[in-house]
């Protein structure tokens, strides 16, 4: 069945490092890939999406790219903010279905 | 509505009890999902409906899980005779209706079970 996998946290940085949170994907067909992303005390939101291969999504900074040959949508930021603090969840899905990894908490620290 | 709306917000259960929880998504979402968010686990899908009928109910951990939806909109999760394993946050999601796959997902702010 399909599956993501992303690293696990918790990833504590330093203001302005760079950032990179993996994700990999295994699913029939191509699935649409979504990075969404749950400030504290908030609901998750959307961050940014890609529905073909080499596509970019990008957003706030963030970018990923759509990797078939990897079967990857790695999440970077060049600078990373405190206000980066989130937790971050890689997804992926087609047809209408859409299932996550398990998150990764990310902390920036001043 | 102007975001899903799911309510109770809390629930506090005997292990054994029925419970209900409801979701109200955003007005004109055909697509509704259904996770369940657990410590360590992250979030885990349970089911997911276009209009009233559901294409994959593989994520429902056991028979006491059922979902309905009525109208094209409101949908009801059911557990029955509770477990403290059942303890977690359920969120619910809905969508436009997407030719491409999932469109972005609107997340209300969950309803928290514990199972005592």
């Known amino acids: 069945g399909n599956s993501v996998t992303q690293m696990e946290g918790p990833v504590t940085l330093s203001e302005e490092a760079f950032l990179t949170i993996n994700c990999t994907y295994t699913a029939t067909g191509y699935p649409s890939l979504f990075w969404y992303v749950q400030y504290p005390g908030e609901g998750l939101q959307l961050l940014l999406k890609?529905?073909?291969?080499?596509d970019k999504g990008s957003n706030k900074g963030f970018e990923a790219t759509y990797r078939k040959e990897t079967t990857s949508f790695h999440l970077e930021k060049g600078s990373v903010q405190v206000s980066d603090s989130a937790v971050y969840l890689c997804g992926g899905g087609s047809q209408g279905n859409l299932i996550f990894g398990k998150g990764t908490k990310l902390s920036v620290k001043p | 509505g102007a975001g899903v709306s799911q309510s109770p917000s809390n629930k506090v259960t005997e292990k054994g009890k029925d419970v209900e929880l409801r979701c109200d998504p955003i007005?004109?979402?055909?697509?509704l999902y259904w996770y369940r968010q657990s410590l360590g686990q992250g979030l885990e899908f349970l089911i997911y409906f276009q209009g009233n009928s559901a294409p994959d109910k593989s994520g429902l951990p056991s028979d006491r899980f059922s979902a309905e939806r009525t109208g094209g909109s409101v949908s009801t999760l059911t557990i029955q005779r509770t477990q403290q394993e059942d303890s977690a946050v359920y969120l619910c999601?809905?969508?436009?209706?997407?030719?491409?796959?999932?469109?972005?997902?609107?997340f209300g702010e969950g309803s928290r079970l514990t199972v005592l």
């Open positions: 999601a809905s969508s436009r209706r997407s030719l491409t796959g999932p469109g972005e997902l609107f």
């Open positions: 890609a529905t073909k291969a080499d």
């Open positions: 007005s004109g979402h055909t697509a």
